[in-house]
């Protein structure tokens, strides 16, 4: 209901916005620009913002989906690409090498301090945090189901799903924040009890979810945009915040040095602060939090924003590699 009424809302904005002339320039058709953008995310999720863009905007958005060591690599040649769309620890890893340049702005500025950088380096667009879901049956059943993670590692009786830390950055990242905030022997430790009610260790994030639905298991761990998408279907699922907070994936923008086409990177990250972004997004069922909380997206969903960590998970990659063969050996293979 809530993404709904947003939809409508976002719907009868836009359209007031086009019939008065002040929404796209539909009257030229010609491109007004281009730009470059290097990514990490799935093609899936900016293919649809790079053709809303560019039909509202006429500036075509050139998406470079690559992974975490080339985007690190291309990030370094200035003067080829204009801007990244990626995950906030490899920003802050450009920032603090020098690979971005300070951007500032009304949209920016609206951002809370704790999801952009200090010096304006790079600003979130949108968060993804990592919650529980629970089948409406099963919440029924029971008065005592978990409110958090300690809450979920003690509870008997209880059937988990959980997608495979190897199988997605996602998940692992959960692992890398309970290990950041908790330390490495707590968060083995609470996995070890958990793992005894884990009826899979799914492949995807969207499985969990399912499972969750069809009441295959009790409770779900994923990420919330995973749940709303199964919710906005009928499933009939409710999201438990961890009392003690969460994991999240924050996804910003940055400006790269030298970039050929700077101004024109500038309005496009702006614009992905929008509800007109977002409601791209949505539109394709991808439900995000928006980090611009002056946004309707922002209203609609923030009685779903979670207490997040307050300690970041930037491990290098040989830690991260380590933690993940630990937990293999201790958790998934020991028990």
């Known amino acids: 209901m809530l993404i709904t009424s947003f939809v409508i809302m976002l719907g009868v904005i836009t359209g007031t916005m086009y019939i008065s002339g002040t929404g796209s320039h ?22 649809y913002l790079a053709e809303a863009y560019e039909k ?21 040649k200035p003067g080829k690409g204009d801007m990244v769309l990626t995950d906030s620890r490899i920003l802050r890893r450009a920032a603090g090498e020098g690979w971005l340049v300070p951007y500032g702005s009304l949209h920016g500025d609206s951002v809370s301090n704790k999801l952009k950088d200090p010096n304006d380096y790079w600003t979130g667009t949108w968060y ?13 059943r029971t008065a005592n189901f978990p409110l958090g993670w300690q809450d979920l590692a003690e509870q008997p009786d209880i059937r988990i799903g959980i997608t495979d830390f190897l199988a997605a950055e996602s998940a692992a990242n959960l692992y890398f924040f309970l290990t950041a905030q908790l330390g490495e022997e707590k968060t083995l430790a609470m996995l ?73 990177a500038k309005k496009f990250a702006d614009w992905l602060l929008t509800d007109e972004a977002m409601l791209v997004l949505q539109s394709n069922k991808f439900y995000f939090i928006p ?17 997040l960590f307050n300690q970041l998970a930037d491990f290098p990659k040989e830690k991260r590699q380590e933690l993940l063969d630990k937990w293999v050996k201790q958790v998934r293979i020991n028990n």
Do not use: W
């Not at 030229?28 to 293919?47: A, D, F, Q, R």
């Not at 509202?56 to 370094?76: L, R």
């Not at 990592?130 to 409406?136: A, D, L, P, Q, S």
């Open 56 to 76: 509202n905007y006429h500036v075509k958005v050139n998406f470079m989906p690559m992974s975490e060591d080339d985007i690190v690599k291309q990030i370094q």
């Open 192 to 264: 070890q009890q958990i793992h005894p009610h884990v009826v899979q260790y799914a492949k995807y994030l969207s499985t969990p979810v399912r499972m969750a639905g069809m009441g295959e298991v009790d409770i779900a761990v994923a990420v919330q945009s995973e749940i709303l998408r199964y919710i906005e279907d009928g499933y009939p699922l409710k999201i438990i915040q961890p009392v003690e907070g969460t994991a999240y994936m924050l996804t910003g923008t940055g400006i790269l040095l030298d970039a050929p086409h700077g101004e024109q």
């Open 291 to 307: 980090c611009n909380p002056t946004t309707l997206a922002y209203k609609q969903l923030a009685v779903r924003n979670p207490s």
């Open 26 to 47: 539909k009257e030229n058709n010609s491109l007004l620009g281009e730009i470059t953008v290097y990514t990490t995310l799935p093609t899936e999720n900016v293919s």
């Open 128 to 140: 993804d945090p990592v919650v529980f879901c629970i089948n409406k049956d099963y919440m029924q």
